[in-house]
């Protein structure tokens, strides 16, 4: 017991690790009665850090290819993995359709080899798969199957572009870099030049932090409720966007941003728990 215990808590602390800011959301979803929600958050966090952060592509897909087959089973054996097993012992995973439990690991595996976006609105159709197969099933978890994805999956494909957007130094070898073609072809700059801090360099993040933050005032007017930890992810990610457009270096800025833990973080995430309660989910 204890040993299946510390399995599935090294993955919470895993997303926890990516979304320090959660922490505060966890004392409006107790763990102990929401287990299973804590659980897809982690698993979540297990499919994104697969997707994205494992460089070898066959890797990757070995790993997903995995899940694939996990989850496709789960229904029936109750799952191999710590997190599946919480997950379908809640009546809720039998609520929710097969498809949508394997659709984002399917939209993962399509995505591995795509290469740098011609411009924002190319980086975020592309964001849109994953990203919206995880909102989706996320919201039909939260609050059912009638319940509309839209907001939420445009929130976490702008959240996953911020995050790509912070991790710039790390991945300026990859084929897939976080600022568009268009962007680094208007500012001059080359792949070797994204590696060191300049007067374009801070330009071209600057205009994706604009453009991120045009399209999160966008997304607050699309329909459809935010579980308690997407409404935080999104806060977060909106609070340092903020911050770091206003900063001399405004990558610099956002790596070395602290999460907010703060009286205003408990506030949003106390009146999330209140909108996601009112909305008769359990």
Same mark, same amino acid.
């Given at each position: 017991?204890?040993?299946?215990?510390?399995?599935?808590?090294?993955?919470?602390?895993?997303?926890?690790?990516?979304?320090?800011?959660?922490?505060?959301?966890?004392?409006?979803?107790?763990? %102990?009665?929401? $287990?299973? *929600?804590? &659980? /897809? !958050? +982690? =698993? #979540?966090?297990? @499919?994104?850090?697969?997707?994205?952060?494992?460089?070898?592509?066959?890797?990757?897909?070995?790993?997903?290819?995995?899940?694939?087959?996990?989850?496709?089973?789960?229904?029936?054996?109750?799952?191999?993995?710590?997190?599946?097993?919480?997950?379908?012992?809640?009546?809720?995973?039998?609520?929710?359709?097969?498809?949508?439990?394997?659709?984002?690991?399917?939209?993962?595996?399509?995505?591995?080899?795509?290469?740098?976006?011609?411009?924002?609105?190319?980086?975020?159709? %592309?964001?849109? $798969?994953? *990203?919206? &197969? /995880? !909102? +989706? =099933? #996320?919201?039909? @978890?939260?609050?059912?199957?009638?319940?509309?994805?839209?907001?939420?999956?445009?929130?976490?494909?702008?959240?996953?572009?911020?995050?790509?957007?912070?991790?710039?130094?790390?991945?300026?070898?990859?084929?897939?870099?976080?600022?568009?073609?268009?962007?680094?072809?208007?500012?001059?700059?080359?792949?070797?030049?994204?590696?060191?801090?300049?007067?374009?360099?801070?330009?071209?993040?600057?205009?994706?932090?604009?453009?991120?933050?045009?399209?999160?005032?966008?997304?607050?007017?699309? $329909?459809?409720?935010?579980?308690?930890?997407?409404?935080?992810?999104?806060?977060?990610?909106?609070?340092?966007?903020?911050?770091?457009?206003?900063?001399?270096?405004?990558?610099?800025?956002?790596?070395?941003?602290?999460?907010?833990?703060?009286?205003?973080?408990?506030?949003?995430?106390?009146?999330?728990?209140?909108?996601?309660?009112?909305?008769?989910?359990?």
């Amino acid at each position: 017991m204890d040993a299946g215990h510390n399995a599935l808590q090294s993955y919470v602390d895993k997303w926890l690790a990516a979304q320090p800011a959660q922490r505060v959301a966890l004392a409006f979803v107790d763990p %102990a009665r929401y $287990p299973g *929600h804590i &659980a /897809l !958050a +982690a =698993l #979540e966090q297990e @499919w994104l850090a697969a997707a994205y952060g494992i460089r070898e592509a066959h890797v990757a897909a070995t790993k997903l290819n995995w899940w694939a087959e996990e989850l496709a089973n789960a229904a029936e054996t109750g799952g191999r993995h710590p997190l599946t097993q919480v997950l379908f012992d809640d009546e809720r995973a039998s609520r929710v359709g097969s498809e949508r439990w394997l659709a984002p690991v399917l939209a993962a595996m399509a995505q591995l080899e795509e290469g740098t976006a011609s411009d924002f609105g190319a980086q975020l159709a %592309a964001a849109s $798969p994953l *990203h919206g &197969a /995880l !909102a +989706a =099933l #996320e919201t039909a @978890w939260w609050f059912g199957e009638a319940a509309s994805p839209e907001r939420a999956a445009r929130l976490a494909a702008l959240s996953h572009l911020l995050h790509a957007l912070r991790r710039l130094d790390d991945d300026v070898e990859r084929d897939r870099l976080p600022l568009p073609m268009a962007s680094l072809a208007r500012h001059g700059l080359s792949r070797d030049q994204l590696r060191r801090a300049g007067a374009a360099r801070n330009a071209a993040v600057r205009d994706q932090l604009g453009e991120l933050a045009a399209s999160w005032r966008e997304a607050s007017r699309l $329909p459809g409720p935010l579980s308690v930890f997407r409404a935080i992810e999104s806060r977060e990610g909106e609070r340092l966007s903020r911050h770091a457009t206003g900063a001399a270096e405004p990558l610099q800025a956002l790596q070395r941003a602290r999460p907010s833990g703060g009286l205003a973080t408990t506030w949003a995430a106390w009146q999330a728990a209140r909108r996601w309660r009112r909305a008769g989910a359990a």
